[in-house]
């Protein structure tokens, strides 16, 4: 398995402890933040606790009084989009920055946003295709 497939796992791994959310976004939304992973986590007042320390990226859990998380830093933009684009297949919510992204529920990353700015986006709603039987 490749690094970034495993990080993907990982990932995938939170989103299942995180469950799901919704609602909309009405705060304002500050400029986008930039840094290394420990001074992302620092904005938003967490540990990181390091999964994947690589070159092309840098994964850590983070939690704090918003819930749990995943915090990842790209070494390049097409590094990030391409990690962005596997992982969005385990559907939850992607808080996107330059070179970073926070993965986890609706909650988390709305309020995440309220600190790091960032854009939002959805990954694949597989509840649509849940089978009932």
């Known amino acids: 398995m490749t ?14 402890l995180t469950g799901c959310g919704s609602g909309g976004d009405t705060h304002k939304v500050p400029p986008t933040a930039t840094g290394s992973l420990e001074s992302l986590a620092a904005e938003v007042k967490c540990k990181p606790n390091m999964q994947t320390d690589a070159d092309e990226i840098r994964q850590a859990i983070c939690k704090n009084t918003d819930g749990k998380f995943i915090l990842a830093t790209f070494a ?4 990030q989009r ?31 946003r309220g600190t790091l700015g960032g854009d939002v986006e959805l990954g694949t709603d597989h509840h649509a295709h849940a089978h009932s039987g």
């Open 82 to 112: 391409e990690w962005i684009n596997d992982a969005k297949d385990y559907g939850g919510y992607y808080l996107v920055g330059r070179k970073w992204v926070a993965v986890g529920d609706n909650g988390v990353v709305k309020a995440l």
């Open 3 to 16: 690094r970034p497939m495993l990080a993907v796992a990982g990932a995938a791994a939170v989103l299942a």
């Open 76 to 79: 390049t933009d097409r590094g």
